[in-house]
């Protein structure tokens, strides 16, 4: 089998799980979630785009429900002894076959907690579950049982998420040669991207964010590439990943002088970068960090240049995102611990005078001070 992680450790997660459902009193799970499928067992594909669903029991059976395509795939990257297959074919209803599924497994009339907010649970499937489980059992929605219990890093989760941040100290070594007047934003991404494949790592959950003029302000992705100007910025957002696991940066460089308005964005991002650093540890919360940079940035009269948020945790992730549920955002409760994976960013677009200006890294969070996962600083990139 191609696991990632030795036997201990996949016990121990289960153990963990079935001890959180246990004080749920929820006596099976239904992961729909392909990152607490592989957090929980190892199984690795993109196969969620169609309906599969791994049952955990309180007592640790574990039972996969999926497509024929996936049984290899299953038995080859995941510790999952019973696979169960629903068949294509012309109007089938595979959650049909779940819940004679969970009647085998002697859970008629439980209390079933079910992942619904994920992308590996699309709203037309989620219908046709509630339909079939509403009179089978007590449906609870417990989608963020497994989310939370990934937040904690093992040491070996560790190892994996400081291998993904050298690739993304590698993949901005082999860019930033080629950020230059003339620079071509295909070429730039090519070598982000090719930097993170040949260094060993995985392909990301969501495509890199590249955009230089005008596009320097978009925070996602988009069709079409151009060529930089002599006076222009470039707007870069990539992770290094490792067995899934991510550890995204973001910058914005500049290309020839900089304005006065690029570097005063600078020096708020920084500073509020900074200030988040001081909070990022435990006594505070993922609020009292957002808090913190709004009120930085608004000081300094940008609010409306901001964004409502400031970063994320991140670990093993699945496409279409590599943003992990709990965010910086106003008022979350989360409490930040040790050994949690934290991207923190500050963004700042001015739209007035088009004007873009990003910083941002992953941090392991301490018992006090987080530790910046990036061999480069916060300094001010200019060609």
Not at 256 to 277: D, V
Not at 321 to 348: K, Y
Request: charged content about 20%.
């Amino acid at each position: 089998m191609a696991l990632h992680f030795d036997t201990e450790e996949y016990a121990n997660r289960l153990q963990r799980l079935t001890s959180r459902m246990r004080e749920e009193k929820i006596e099976a799970m239904l992961l729909f979630s392909q990152e607490s499928m592989y957090w929980l067992t190892g199984y690795d594909t993109f196969g969620y785009c169609f309906f599969q669903t791994l049952i955990v029991k309180a007592n640790g059976q574990m039972v996969l429900l999926t497509r024929s395509a996936d049984l290899r795939q299953a038995r080859h990257t995941s510790n999952i002894e019973k696979i169960e297959i629903w068949v294509d074919r012309v109007n089938a209803d595979p959650t049909m076959d779940l819940k004679n599924l969970l009647s085998d497994l002697d859970l008629l009339g439980c209390r079933i907690g079910i992942e619904y907010d994920t992308h590996g649970l699309t709203g037309r499937n989620a219908r046709l579950l509630d339909n079939q489980l509403q009179s089978f059992g007590q449906i609870v929605d417990a989608s963020a049982i497994v989310s939370r219990l990934r937040l904690i890093k093992s040491p070996a989760e560790i190892a994996y998420v400081e291998r993904a941040a050298a690739l993304s100290d590698d993949a901005l070594a082999a860019a930033l040669p080629l950020i230059v007047p003339g620079g071509d934003e295909a070429t730039i991404l090519a070598a982000l991207q090719g930097a993170v494949l040949a260094g060993g790592g995985d392909y990301p959950a969501n495509e890199f964010v590249i955009g230089s003029g005008a596009d320097a302000l978009l925070c996602r992705s988009k069709s079409g590439r151009r060529k930089l100007d002599a006076e222009d910025q470039l707007t870069l957002e990539w992770a290094g990943v490792s067995a899934r696991y991510h550890a995204p940066m973001m910058r914005t460089a500049l290309i020839g002088t900089p304005s006065n308005r690029h570097r005063e964005l600078y020096s708020a991002c920084r500073e509020a970068i900074q200030a988040m650093e001081m909070v990022l540890r435990p006594g505070n919360t993922f609020g009292t960090v957002f808090e913190t940079f709004a009120r930085l940035i608004d000081e300094r009269g940008l609010a409306r240049h901001r964004l409502n948020t400031c970063g994320y945790s991140v670990g093993a992730r699945f496409a279409p995102s590599w943003m992990d549920q709990q965010m910086f955002l106003l008022g979350n409760p989360q409490e930040i611990e040790p050994n949690m994976s934290l991207f923190v960013h500050t963004i700042i677009l001015d739209s007035d005078t088009g004007t873009a200006m990003t910083l941002g890294q992953t941090y392991l969070t301490t018992t006090d001070t987080p530790k910046p996962l990036s061999r480069y600083g916060l300094d001010f990139i200019e060609v």
